[in-house]
């Protein structure tokens, strides 16, 4: 199995730009979680999808996030428009809503808004 | 929501002392405590989990405790090699697909 995939791994953009980014969970998957991380603030979960469905979105820090899951092997995490302080590591993660309760994380998208 | 706290922040040890890390959460209802280890540019892997209905549980150097009553688990590693440098994250959840609530993480350096 290839395992979470995560694109871009790195996105240099200017303030004001909009920036998508991509997960695609490990096949079977039905749990998908983003998360981002960094050094002031941590690991903080963004928003988790059950069956394409979002569960819980209270993580989003404001309207200029958004993310979606079309299907169950896709989601995408949206910024528009970016600032700075949107520069950090975004993690994308998935596990199966039964049995197993391990999180298997992607490689993480880094993410410079300049 | 769960709120987890962990300590310490960073931990020094010298190759082959142990190095234990602690959580408290808050939210009685969690029943699931993985730690997760992130090396230096990498991905959080998780490297033990716990569940609410087992105290302690162990794998080769690394083990977990877990105190209900007090609402506090820890890790415990033995025979640190250089190899166990990184930051280790706690967490708790509370069922298979449901969101888990992280640590601040506690940064390890083991010193050769």
């Known amino acids: 199995d290839a395992g979470v995939i995560q694109s871009p791994r790195h996105e240099v953009t200017e303030m004001g730009q909009e920036v998508t980014l991509r997960c695609k969970p490990i096949?079977?998957?039905?749990?998908l979680f983003w998360y981002r991380q960094t050094m002031m603030r941590g690991l903080e979960l963004l928003i988790y999808?059950?069956?394409?469905?979002?569960?819980?979105d209270s993580g989003m820090p404001e309207d200029r996030f958004s993310a979606k899951m079309p299907n169950a092997s896709f989601s995408t995490l949206k910024i528009q428009p970016s600032e700075p302080r949107d520069s950090a590591v975004y993690f994308c993660?998935?596990?199966?809503?039964?049995?197993?309760?391990?999180?298997?994380f992607g490689p993480g998208t880094r993410l410079t808004v300049t | 929501g769960e709120n987890v706290e962990q300590h310490p922040s960073t931990l020094s040890v010298q190759e082959g002392d142990s190095a234990v890390i602690k959580c408290t959460y808050s939210?009685?209802?969690?029943?699931?405590f993985p730690w997760y280890k992130q090396e230096l540019g990498k991905r959080p892997q998780l490297i033990i989990d716990?569940?609410?209905?087992?105290g302690e549980k162990k794998d080769q150097r690394i083990a977990v405790t877990l105190n209900k009553t007090a609402k506090h688990f820890s890790l415990h590693i033995t025979e640190t090699q250089p190899e166990d440098s990184a930051v280790y994250f706690c967490?708790?959840?509370?069922?298979?697909?449901?969101?888990?609530?992280f640590g601040g993480g506690t940064r390890v350096l083991v010193k050769p």
């Open positions: 993660a998935s596990t199966r809503s039964a049995g197993n309760y391990e999180q298997y």
């Open positions: 096949s079977g998957h039905n749990s």
């Open positions: 967490a708790a959840g509370k069922a298979a697909g449901n969101k888990l609530t």
């Open positions: 999808f059950n069956n394409n469905v979002p569960i819980d």
């Open positions: 716990i569940r609410s209905n087992v």
């Open positions: 939210d009685s209802a969690s029943n699931y």
